[in-house]
């Protein structure tokens, strides 16, 4: 009932249909009255209006409908256009989204090693890069592979000696070089040529070309790791390449 009887589609119907039978009730009733007809005599005189008023009914209904059509058609239309400017705008956010997210979780893994470290009675934190140090180091990575020219320049070995610490601090430098593009071969350990005899303490960069060596030191200093070192001893005769080794953050 509500429906009905009141301004939506069933409604305004209802409302239509109704009115036009009443009017030719009232149409019909008149004629006879008047006219003093039979019934048959007043329904052939009368049928010529009421199919009038039935057209002119039926040609509102139309306008009506069209207009209803129409304005439902634009209301979609400027939904559908507030929903595509809202995906271009997340879509033009969605990085710095990841940024943050990024950031988020770094932070809480740093402090999370940090109260662990702190529990465990370690005299050195553990190295852990915060989210300022990990952008800073990422966009430095990224600004040499995004030169063409560094692409023999940016592939690397990197590895870590068998200790809790000095692994999770590997595995976080190995998330940062890949997404920055670099060409990263994960190692377990050196080879026999390297000098192993003393305890490795700090980020040992091993290379063949000693500004390549200098690069990544600086690079890794940059971001918070300061114990770094660039071949502390003679690089074996005949190594090419060039290797991130992270040792302990301690003497053991």
């Not at 039926?58 to 306008?63: I, N, Q, R, Y």
């Not at 890069?129 to 990575?141: A, G, I, R």
């Not at 595995?171 to 026999?192: C, D, M, R, T």
């Amino acid at each position: 009932m509500t429906g009905a009887t009141s301004t939506n589609t069933l409604g305004f119907i209802v409302w239509t249909v109704l009115l036009t039978v009443g009017g030719w009730v009232v149409t019909i009733a008149v004629n006879r009255w008047e006219l003093k007809e039979t019934w048959p005599e007043v329904m052939r005189r009368s049928y010529k209006p009421i199919l009038a008023e039935a057209a002119f009914v039926v040609a509102l209904v139309l306008c009506l409908w069209f207009v209803f059509v129409g304005r439902t058609i634009y209301a979609d239309h400027q939904d559908l256009v507030k929903r595509v400017g809202d995906l271009q705008e997340y879509a033009k956010n969605k990085q710095n989204f990841d940024d943050q997210l990024r950031d988020a979780q770094s932070e809480t893994k740093y402090w999370r090693n940090a109260y662990q470290a702190l529990s465990r009675g370690d005299i050195h934190p553990d190295r852990n890069l915060n989210s300022e140090e990990t952008n800073q180091l990422y966009e430095e990575l990224r600004r040499v592979s995004n030169d063409p020219r560094n692409k023999d320049y940016i592939k690397w070995e990197l590895g870590s000696v068998q200790d809790r610490e000095a692994t999770a601090l590997g595995y976080q430098l190995l998330q940062v070089f890949n997404e920055a593009h670099w060409k990263i071969k994960p190692i377990s350990k050196l080879g026999k040529e390297f000098n192993q005899n003393s305890i490795p303490i700090g980020i040992t960069i091993w290379a063949d070309d000693p500004g390549r060596g200098n690069m990544m030191v600086s690079t890794l200093k940059a971001a918070g790791l300061k114990d770094t070192y660039a071949n502390p001893y003679p690089i074996p005769q005949g190594f090419k390449g060039a290797i991130i080794w992270v040792g302990y953050k301690q003497w053991p």
